[in-house]
Nanobody
């Protein structure tokens, strides 16, 4: 079993910054893709940013040049630095990781979600 634990959400004023972190733990053989998704009220879940094991990244157009995703492969952690936050960034943010374990190849696991609220 693999667990993802997120931290770093909260309330911030528009223009401010927040840093989200997520650590994967368990009987992990290899962590492949790691990413951050978000779901705003009444909206579908969307990919915010992703990073593969080689460090290649991709971002939603709405967050390019404001958010930066990074990972530490040795610690199985992924971080999302969010700058110049806007009210429309308000959502529950979820960490996701595609993991190979000894028993289960290539399964995606999800964190519990962390609330990010940006006030205008």
């Amino acid at each position: 079993q693999v667990q993802l634990v997120e931290s770093g959400g909260g309330l911030v004023q528009a223009g401010g910054s927040l840093r989200l972190s997520c650590v994967a733990s368990g009987r992990i053989f290899r962590v492949n893709f790691m990413g951050w998704y978000r779901r705003a009220p009444g909206e579908q879940r969307e990919l915010v940013a992703g990073i593969n094991s080689e460090g290649s990244t991709n971002y939603a157009d709405s967050v390019k040049d404001r958010f930066t995703i990074s990972r530490d492969n040795a610690k199985n952690t992924v971080t999302l630095q969010m700058n110049s936050l806007k009210p429309e960034d308000t959502a529950v943010y979820y960490c996701a990781a595609n993991v190979n374990t000894v028993l289960v190849p290539s399964k995606t696991y999800w964190g519990q979600g962390t609330q990010v609220t940006v006030s205008s």
